[in-house]
């Protein structure tokens, strides 16, 4: 349809169609307010606004009909009016009424100068109102530790409703009962706690007004400043703004400005950060003297560090040396981390903490086909007709991928097919659910492979595309109904129907998580996944493949080459040609690939290995085994660590630098699926603490390795010149309009995409080697470990913001209903774990839906290390520690509120 | 949650059987709902569940759709459900003391079972009879013209 005129406030303007009358007003400039609408929670082409307050009523002069702009389309010859008489009169009328129910708290009320009625009134004069005041009552009482309801100032905007249902799709909230005395309420009317609320925190940034709040706030008054940045928690690169309030951040809310996140985050960037400003942080670097640690200057530390790393380097050579970077730490942080490990050490001992959850370049099929990383990007998975989720619970490990499941499937009518042998939240979202027996994932996707093989439902120039179909079809023929239904125990008409899903809906998106690259068999089950893409990848024009990381910057720290076999941008060390690049940069880089963390490990146990440098890392914590690591790095000669915190490492170390955290520094952060976030600094470090990229550049400049980067700009300029992943990325800073940036050939979010490369993909011959059921006798139970919504990785910083550290604290194994009737069980027992290496104590959580002989615990409880159960078992080809499930038996050691042995942190 | 002494067992398997005679989709939730409540009499709270998860919505959505009609209840009723009008023109006409009088002969307030489950009592904005108001209405039946000692002899008579 052709652009039109209407006429605005007496002008004439062009306007599109599909356009709503608010939305060409602020084109045009012209304010209106609105308290229900929010752009975020009109879908496209769904509906824009419910349009439930009225208070952004306009006039249509043609038909003098009042109408309410957020939710009223234009159409050509329009007369519109926005602030006639009539309209500001029937506005006022609307607000008044409004305040009439409302009880007169704005003086304490905590939503203070943010509050979007209080606004509205105070802009249109509103002082006293004239109507009779009844007031609402609110009875509930919540007792969590992130949202307080006062439903007394619910002014039934809905906008909660709508993020809780269309945003974040939990569906906690809808509205009860009608009329005077209807409200949001949870299933139930009980309170936030006892219902789906994942304790977001969205609709609490969408309520305009005091009736949702953030409860046990850090500070009751407006914030002075808002500092736009990147969370620091998962891989999903949510952006945030940071309040900040003399020197403090003080709340978190979600940027709404951001077309991804679309103004969601989850309960950890919005309470998880107030780490930051715990009283633990280091805030001097600090010496080794006998048994106890002593403050020294940057200077000193910088002494010791250096004169060791030299002696360890001149006598054992360069290669006893290693650097453990960090999926933590920005882009810019981990490329001079890795210049430093090969240049200044003179190593390609340097690898970084996703190696432990199945390291990003190495997960997503293999290196030689070109992926390293997510094929496309988090908006593309919301367009995608029909989803297969692989080993992944993405509603607790990355919160914003599960909202955008859940979305396409609830808003956008996507299929969803899981495979998980336990029940998630994304169990009620699922077409089909295969429960597979833990492990078999492989057999099942192979099955499934067979399943749309012979029902000829792959593409038809599939031979002519793609190297070795024939022999992957053929290699299948042991795939029988028979077999795959034993192996697997899923009927064999439920793998043909996700098979008839999967291949037969369109556009097809594959998510996968550790609960495939923690297994044995990993890589070749990742690698039956790429086949299944193959397999009707054409038709659907390419069907995207989304590993998901665990960590803020896994994908990061990967394409910037804290690899001991990768330069950045994953070009092979080995491989003279891309050395030479940045040898020309840098100065000479040694050739042989290095070790990998857990190789590290191991060398630094059997003494080859006598120095390292562990940044922004707590391996002695959060990996397998945690005895042995720290036997490990006891036995070094030499450890500095570098982090926030005095971490189990660290207290192993002989220097630890304190280091800033996020919201003290700049520079970038990769999502899983490739976007650049920036960082923005908001505050000052703590003490003498700066940022790990100052203190990397320091030290090499002690080392007699000057690195010439005043700032990570500087850095991230030579990335945007030497890593073609990356091109461009230098130009421009945050704050630059992105236009700007764009016309200066630059840009920002959503950047990395990983295209699959010209070549002819070829399908994989992969089998099951491996059992993974390794429970006997002794050790009957197979323990499946998974994340934790409230907490993350070792916990070090979520265990410290105290709001995540009240909710959930307490260690829970879940056990299903046979089994604990076996073992005489019940809910909130204290239950004894042991593995082959070690054992810790639980509280009983019983399941009605857990398989027999599967109990589930997951990681990142502070007081709960369950790594220390796992062993290190490395996957042989991506060096993956497998600590997805082990064997261990249980025994019952007391009742409910019955302290068992206490462990802690 | 105390329970009414009376309720009995809820039949759980045929609420999934109403859930999927109705198709499972979620358009279908107020028919479905009207069915349950046409069988058992009232939506069991524990039936929320279940049609949530049959009809892929969320249980407070169907608890939303419920609170919303007057026309579905959650508690069980009794056998005789007596609903006084309250429209104006019965109130004129003296319905409040006939409402009065009815809480206090059953024991009971407005929107409560008797214990024995053989009396509901409910009240009503007008049922469209206002000629012959006041009116009380018993099971499906419109008494007319009531007063007090009208509703003595019904409540006597055990008719009501
Ligand atoms: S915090 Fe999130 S999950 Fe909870 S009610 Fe609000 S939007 Fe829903
Ligand atoms: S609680 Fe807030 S967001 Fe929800 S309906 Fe009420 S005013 Fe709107
Ligand atoms: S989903 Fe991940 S990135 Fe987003 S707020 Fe939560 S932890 Fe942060
Ligand atoms: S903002 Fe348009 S009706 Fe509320
Ligand atoms: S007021 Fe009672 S029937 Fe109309």
Redesign the interface.
């Known amino acids: 349809m052709q652009e039109f005129t209407v006429t605005l406030n007496g002008r004439e303007v062009a306007a599109e169609p599909g356009m709503t009358i608010l939305e060409l007003a602020r084109r045009e400039g012209v304010h209106i307010p609105t308290i229900c609408h929010e752009p975020h929670l009109a879908p496209a082409g769904g509906c824009p606004s419910i349009s439930s307050c009225r208070v952004c009523i306009v006039e249509e002069e043609r038909s003098g009909n009042l109408i309410t702009s957020c939710g009223a389309f234009v159409t050509p010859g329009m007369v519109i009016n926005t602030a006639s008489q009539r309209v500001l009169e029937r506005r006022r009328t609307i607000v008044e009424l409004m305040l009439a129910s409302h009880p007169d708290s704005c003086m304490v009320c905590l939503k203070g100068n943010r509050c979007q009625l209080r606004q509205v009134a105070a802009d249109m004069g509103i002082g006293l109102v004239r109507f009779q005041r009844i007031p609402l009552m609110s009875t509930i009482t919540d007792a969590n530790p992130f949202i307080k309801r006062n439903l007394s100032k619910c002014i039934l905007c809905a906008k909660c409703i709508r993020a809780c249902?269309e945003l974040v799709i939990?569906?906690?909230?809808?509205?009860?009962?009608?009329g005077f005395v209807a409200r949001p309420?949870?299933?139930?009317d009980t309170p936030l706690e006892e219902?789906?609320c994942t304790f977001c925190g969205t609709c609490v940034a969408m309520c305009p007004t005091g009736a949702l709040m953030e409860a046990e706030p850090l500070y009751r008054g407006t914030a002075g400043t808002s500092v736009p940045t990147t969370c620091p928690f998962c891989g999903c690169g949510c952006t945030v703004r940071l309040k900040v309030k003399e020197g403090r951040v003080v709340r978190v809310i979600p940027n709404n400005d951001d077309p991804v996140t679309r103004g969601t985050l989850c309960v950890k960037g919005s309470y998880g950060f107030d780490f930051i400003q715990s009283r633990d942080r280091l805030t001097t670097p600090l010496i080794k003297v006998d048994d106890h640690f002593e403050a020294a200057s940057w200077e000193e530390a910088f002494n010791v560090i250096t004169a060791e790393f030299k002696r360890i380097k001149s006598r054992y050579g360069s290669n006893s040396l290693a650097v453990f970077g960090s999926s933590k730490c920005t882009n810019e942080e981990n490329y001079l981390l890795q210049r430093f490990a090969r240049c200044v050490l003179g190593t390609n001992n340097i690898d970084n903490g996703s190696r432990l959850y199945g390291t990003p370049g190495l997960t997503s099929c293999d290196p030689a086909s070109g992926f390293f990383g997510a094929t496309n990007s988090l908006t593309a998975m919301e367009k995608a007709d029909v989803i297969l989720v692989v080993g992944a619970d993405p509603t607790v490990s990355a919160p914003l991928v599960g909202y955008t499941i859940k979305r396409a499937v609830r808003c956008m009518d996507a299929k969803l097919v899981l495979i998980d042998p336990r029940e998630t939240r994304l169990s009620?979202?699922a077409e089909t659910w295969l429960r597979p027996k833990v492990g078999t994932d492989l057999i099942l996707l192979n099955g499934m492979a067979k399943a749309i093989i012979d029902e000829g439902l792959h593409d038809a120039e599939i031979s002519e595309e793609t190297i070795d179909f024939k022999a992957f079809a053929k290699s299948l023929s042991a795939y029988t109904a028979a077999f795959v239904e034993k192996a697997t125990g899923v009927p064999y008409t439920e793998i043909v129907k996700a098979a008839r899903e999967y291949a037969t809906s369109g556009k097809a998106a594959i998510v996968y998580g550790h609960g495939i690259t923690q297994h044995v068999n990993g890589t070749d089950a990742i690698k039956a996944l790429t086949n299944l893409a193959l397999l009707t990848g054409s038709r659907s024009k390419g069907t995207c493949i989304y590993p998901l990381q665990k960590e803020n910057n896994a994908q990061g720290a990967c394409d910037m080459g804290a690899l001991p076999d990768f330069l950045p941008g994953y070009q092979q060390v080995s491989d003279l040609k891309s050395r030479r690049t940045f040898e020309d940069y840098w100065g000479i880089i040694p050739a042989a690939a290095g070790l990998t963390a857990f190789e590290m490990i191991k060398g630094a146990k059997a003494g080859t290995i006598k120095g390292m440098y562990i940044v922004g890392e707590n391996p002695a914590a959060s990996f397998p085994n945690s005895k042995f690591v720290s036997e490990a790095l006891s036995s070094l000669n030499f450890l500095v660590v570098q982090d926030l915190f005095m971490t189990r490492t660290a207290k192993l170390s002989n220097v630890v630098l304190p280091a800033a955290s996020f919201a003290e520094k700049e520079g970038t952060f990769t999502s899983f699926d490739g976007r650049v976030n920036w960082l923005t600094k908001a505050v000052q470090p703590p003490g003498q603490s700066i940022p790990d990229w100052d203190i990397v550049i320091k030290l090499a400049a002690r080392m007699g390795h000057a690195m010439f980067y005043s700032s990570p700009r500087e850095v991230r300029e030579e990335i945007g010149k030497l890593v073609p992943l990356y091109k461009g990325i230098g130009y421009g800073s945050p704050e630059e309009p992105l236009d700007q940036v764009r016309a200066k050939g630059g840009f920002r979010s959503p950047l990395v995409y990983r295209k699959r490369p010209d070549r002819i993909p070829s399908f994989y011959l992969v089998h099951m080697t491996a059992t993974p059921d390794r429970t006997n006798g002794e050790y009957p139970f197979l323990l499946l470990t998974g994340s934790n919504l409230y907490h993350f990785a070792g916990g070090t910083r979520t265990s410290r913001a105290p709001r995540l550290r009240k909710y959930s604290l307490d260690a829970f194994v879940d056990i299903g209903e046979a089994d604990a009737e076996k073992l005489e069980v019940s809910e909130g027992d204290r239950l004894r774990i042991a593995s082959s290496t070690s054992e810790i104590v639980a509280t009983a959580r019983i399941s009605d839906t857990l398989p027999e002989r599967v109990v589930f615990m997951p990681f990142a409880l502070a007081c709960n290390p369950v790594s220390q159960l796992l062993d290190i078992i490395l996957d042989l080809e991506r060096k993956t520690p497998i600590v997805k499930c082990v064997s261990v038996k249980i025994e019952r050691i007391g009742s409910h509120g019955q302290a068992g042995s206490k462990q802690s942190n | 949650m105390d329970k009414p002494a009376a309720s009995k067992v809820i039949n759980m398997e045929r609420i999934r059987e109403i859930v999927m005679e109705c198709g499972g989709h979620k358009w279908a939730l107020i028919p479905v709902i009207q069915k349950i409540q046409n069988e058992f009499g009232y939506i069991p709270p524990e039936a929320i569940h279940v049609i949530a998860i049959g009809l892929k919505i969320f249980p407070s959505q169907v608890q939303g759709v419920i609170s919303f009609y007057a026309q579905f209840y959650t508690k069980p009723r009794g056998r005789q459900v007596i609903t006084v009008c309250r429209g104006t023109a019965c109130h004129v006409r003296g319905g409040e003391s006939l409402l009065e009088m009815l809480e206090n002969g059953l024991g009971i307030k407005e929107g409560e079972t008797t214990a024995d489950m053989e009396y509901s009592l409910e009240t009503v904005a007008c049922i469209g009879v206002c000629a012959l108001a006041p009116n009380v209405v018993i099971g499906k039946e419109v008494y007319g013209k009531m007063d007090t000692q009208k509703i003595e002899q019904l409540l006597k008579k055990g008719e009501a």
């Open positions: 249902q939990e569906g906690a909230v809808d509205y009860y009962r009608r309420a949870t299933a139930g219902s789906e009620m979202f």
